[in-house]
Nanobody, 120 residues
Framework: QVQLVESGGGLVQAGDSLRLSCAAS????????MGWFRQAPGKERELVAADMWSGGTNYADSVKGRFTISRDNAKNTVYLQMISLKPEDTAVYSC??????????????WGRGTQVTVSS
């Protein structure tokens, strides 16, 4: 079982930066692919960035060059550094974990999310 707790959200202005953190409990954090998702009002949840347990990252096209995902396995924490924020980045951001041994390919564990609001 993995519990995820996000922090770092808030209200910022367009062009500002923000760093989100997601602290994970449980063991074998390094064997989880970690993802950051977001959901804006009236829109579907989308994968923003993922850090693979085996190495490598991927990003949604809308955030490439602006967002960076990273992890610290010693601290059981994954981060999302966001720069040049835009009003369209406004959403609830959630982190999620997917086991290296998953048989479904789905993210099994989810945090409750943190609100990011970008004003114009």
């Amino acid at each position: 079982q993995v519990q995820l707790v996000e922090s770092g959200g808030g209200l910022v202005q367009a062009g500002d930066s923000l760093r989100l953190s997601c602290a994970a409990s449980g063991r074998a954090f390094s064997r989880y692919t970690m993802g950051w998702f977001r959901q804006a009002p009236g829109k579907e949840r989308e994968l923003v960035a993922a850090d693979m347990w085996s190495g490598g990252t991927n990003y949604a096209d809308s955030v490439k060059g602006r967002f960076t995902i990273s992890r610290d396995n010693a601290k059981n924490t994954v981060y999302l550094q966001m720069i040049s924020l835009k009003p369209e980045d406004t959403a609830v951001y959630s982190c999620a974990a997917r086991s290296a041994f998953t048989t479904t390919g789905r993210y099994d564990y989810w945090g409750r999310g943190t609100q990011v609001t970008v004003s114009s």
